[in-house]
């Protein structure tokens, strides 16, 4: 059973051009995640939903715009790409009510445009 | 400075012996500590959480915290080849929804 999901695993397009990543988590968590990790590794935080509100939005150009319909699901759209956004892009999830925030990752989108 | 702060290594040890992996983090608020393994062209798998000051055990990992040094470890007690890969620190601050990672430090057991 997957417990989080993300479409597609791999993504290459050109500059300009807008896309969209999926994320779906089975997990019954009610918090979800957009991270960044560029070449050097580095893990960073765009933005975070609880129960489909917004609830963390990161230094993220506004080209970036994330959509939770259900606490389930949360889809990041990206306007007008750019080289600098080729990166991998993980979504993760965690249940907030717990008290202990353990987030569990998705396998990943490697974005790449050219 | 850096919210989380890693040494990048490469850690090499034999196997079977420890190994010894460091975070600082700068918020003194900091609530939840975490450290994540993640394989190459994987995705980071948590393999360890610590709330409170102390040692917490599981299984061949030893999660180590100081609130008052702000300093988290992770041991790995008879390093196993698989256990190679890079391991992430993150902490929780007091926006208990933001997270903040260290930018992982690389540990190669060799046979």
């Known amino acids: 059973d997957t417990a989080v999901s993300q479409t597609p695993k791999y993504l290459v397009t050109q500059m300009g051009n807008d896309k969209s990543i999926k994320c779906e988590q089975n997990l019954g968590h009610d918090t979800m995640y957009w991270y960044k990790q560029d070449s050097k590794k580095f893990l960073k935080i765009m933005f975070s939903y609880n129960n489909k509100e917004l609830i963390i939005n990161e230094t993220v150009p506004n080209r970036f715009s994330p959509k939770s319909p259900d606490k389930a699901h949360l889809n990041l759209h990206i306007n007008s790409l750019e080289l600098g956004d080729s990166a991998v892009y993980f979504c993760?999830?965690?249940?907030?009510?717990?008290?202990?925030?353990?987030?569990?990752f998705g396998p990943g989108t490697r974005l790449t445009v050219t | 400075q850096k919210e989380v702060e890693q040494n990048s290594g490469p850690l090499s040890v034999p196997e079977g012996a420890i190994a010894s992996l460091n975070c600082t983090y700068s918020d003194r608020g900091s609530q939840s500590f975490f450290w994540y393994r993640q394989y190459s062209g994987k995705s980071p798998e948590l393999i360890m959480s610590?709330?409170?000051?102390g040692d917490k055990e599981d299984g061949r990992f030893t999660a180590q915290l100081n609130k008052a040094s702000q300093y988290v470890s992770l041991l790995i007690r008879d390093s196993q080849p698989s256990d190679s890969a890079t391991y992430l620190c993150a902490v929780n601050t007091n926006n208990f929804n933001k997270f903040y990672f260290g930018s992982g430090t690389k540990l190669n057991v060799k046979p």
């Open positions: 610590i709330y409170s000051n």
């Open positions: 993760a999830s965690s249940r907030r009510d717990l008290n202990t925030y353990e987030q569990y």
